[in-house]
Nanobody
Framework: QEQLAESGGGLVQAGDSLRLSCAAS????????MAWFRQAIGKEREVVAA????????SYADSVRGRFTISRDNAKTALLLQMNNLKPEDTAMYYC???????????????WGQGTQVTVSS
């Protein structure tokens, strides 16, 4: 059974916006904190933004703070990532992740989505 499924990636130009969505199973949604990671070719997977299931607290990587917003849509059990003012260096595969613990590194993740590609042209 697929627990997480991302959508919304694509090819955009620098300065454009995209919104990623991650559909979560009800079991994952009710029990886990969630996050978005990304991995560019030749680089390690890094956490972009995280949100707590407990209090809704959020955190962001310095490289995206002020441009990206993570949120939870409880009605749709979906994790969202609004990405504004995209830059070529944002180009990567983006992954949705869930964990029973606060997510600040890949080793804490219990479930991964399959990923969605975001490509930003200059």
């Amino acid at each position: 059974q697929e627990q997480l499924a991302e959508s919304g990636g694509g090819l955009v130009q620098a300065g454009d916006s995209l919104r990623l969505s991650c559909a979560a199973s009800r079991d994952v949604w009710s029990k886990y904190s969630m996050a978005w990671f990304r991995q560019a070719i030749g680089k390690e997977r890094e956490v972009v933004a995280a949100i707590s299931r407990v209090n809704g607290g959020t955190s962001y990587a310095d490289s995206v703070r002020g441009r990206f917003t993570i949120s939870r849509d409880n009605a749709k059990t979906a994790l969202l990532l609004q990405m504004n003012n995209l830059k070529p260096e944002d180009t990567a595969m983006y992954y949705c992740a869930a964990s029973s613990r606060w997510i600040n590194r890949p080793s804490r993740v219990d479930y991964w989505g399959q990923g969605t590609q975001v490509t930003v042209s200059s």
